[in-house]
């Protein structure tokens, strides 16, 4: 099982990755593709070209992280177009969609955000 802290940021890939990148070729691609450094302690989420595997990589204080879910029927369902190149979403939706929750019809409901102080 997964725990993710209420504000962990996660980075999901839209486009499709090779399913056989480890580590190092992850890396990579979130230098080159999110112009981010995967030192940060930020989750980048990539899913397989069948969307059958899915890899979440991270720092943690001292090395690397990476996690993978492979299907054994099926695959997952990412609501998000191809084209955009990266999403940014909520610790919540990574879980729901590992879960196997289509998220296309889901919809947020208005939430108490405070606002600035005007001086």
């Known amino acids: 099982m997964l725990t993710l802290p209420p504000g962990a940021r996660v ?3 839209t486009a499709r990755v090779d399913g056989r990148k480890g580590i190092d070729g992850l890396s990579v691609l979130v230098r080159s593709q999110f112009a981010e450094d995967p030192l940060c302690g930020t989750m980048y989420v990539f ?11 991270y720092w943690d204080r001292d090395g690397y992280v990476l996690i993978m879910k492979r299907l054994e029927k099926g695959n997952f369902k990412t609501p998000w177009r191809a084209d955009l190149g990266r999403v940014i979403i909520e610790g919540a939706e990574l879980l729901l969609v590992l ?10 409901r208005a939430r108490w955000s405070p606002r600035a102080r005007v001086a």
């Not at 899913?47 to 990589?57: K, P």
């Not at 879960?99 to 947020?108: K, P, Q, V």
């Open 99 to 108: 879960e196997g929750i289509d998220l296309e019809g889901a919809s947020r």
């Open 11 to 13: 980075f999901v890939a």
């Open 47 to 57: 899913f397989s070209r069948r969307a059958d595997r899915v890899r979440i990589l």
